[in-house]
């Protein structure tokens, strides 16, 4: 079956420290990677997105992800987080032909100044 | 440019009642998606919708229903409602159904079932 697992439910770090969320998947086939962003009171945004070429993909606000199709996993990194980068954050993956969005169950970032 | 627009904000219903959501997706956008998100977890998948047509469906009850206008906005319908279907429901658009498209996403539905 179609998953996404995201290993981390709750992240705490201070300001500068570096990040990263672990995202692993299961499909078969073609997949698109993605990690959303929700800030507090916001609505889901999209961070950055893979779909097919150079596996490491650049977002806004300096965040990276990693595509590594051997261990089925689009980790996302920052080098040094910001107190404004406290939010929610969600990795989902769909199959090429669909737009169905299997999202994981979130990890929640509080970043202390 | 207006993003994906979504109404009510917040509703409260009683057990067996129905409730209807709507989403205006970005101008020019033909692909509406519905997501439930209960608190603590990741949005589910409900219905996708193309050119007025279903294109996926999640594993939802029959309760749920949903169309997709001329206009290109949407309705989700549910039917019977239950205390499980509090939840935030969102609404995604993208310009096609498939491909290189990215889903943006609505500031949600909050329901509330007593």
């Known amino acids: 079956a179609q998953s996404v697992s995201q290993h981390n439910h709750h992240v705490i770090l201070s300001e500068a420290a570096s990040l990263e969320l672990g995202c692993n998947y299961s499909?078969?086939?073609?997949?698109?990677l993605f990690w959303y962003v929700q800030y507090p009171g916001q609505h889901l945004q999209l961070l950055l997105k893979?779909?097919?070429?150079?596996?490491l993909v650049k977002g806004i606000k300096g965040f990276e992800a990693e595509f590594i199709k051997s261990k089925f996993s689009f980790n996302l990194r920052k080098p040094s987080v910001q107190w404004s980068d406290t939010a929610e954050y969600f990795c989902?993956?769909?199959?090429?032909?669909?737009?169905?969005?299997?999202f994981g169950t979130g990890t929640l970032l509080a970043v202390q100044p | 440019d207006a993003g994906v627009t979504q109404s009510p904000t917040h509703l409260i219903k009683t057990r067996g009642q129905h409730v209807t959501l709507r989403c205006s997706p970005i101008?020019?956008?033909?692909?509406v998606s519905w997501y439930q998100q209960v608190l603590g977890q990741g949005p589910q998948f409900i219905f996708q919708?193309?050119?007025?047509?279903?294109?996926g469906r999640g594993n939802f009850p029959d309760r749920f229903s949903a169309r997709q206008f001329p206009n290109y906005s949407s309705e989700l319908n549910v039917n019977a409602l239950l205390l499980g279907d509090s939840a935030l429901y969102l609404c995604?658009?993208?310009?096609?159904?498939?491909?290189?498209?990215?889903?943006?996403f609505g500031p949600g539905t909050r329901l509330t079932v007593t």
């Open positions: 995604a658009s993208s310009l096609e159904d498939r491909g290189n498209y990215e889903q943006y």
């Open positions: 919708y193309y050119e007025k047509e279903e294109r």
């Open positions: 989902a993956a769909r199959g090429g032909a669909t737009n169905k969005l299997i």
């Open positions: 499909y078969g086939g073609t997949v698109n």
């Open positions: 101008s020019g956008h033909k692909s």
């Open positions: 893979y779909f097919s070429g150079d596996p």
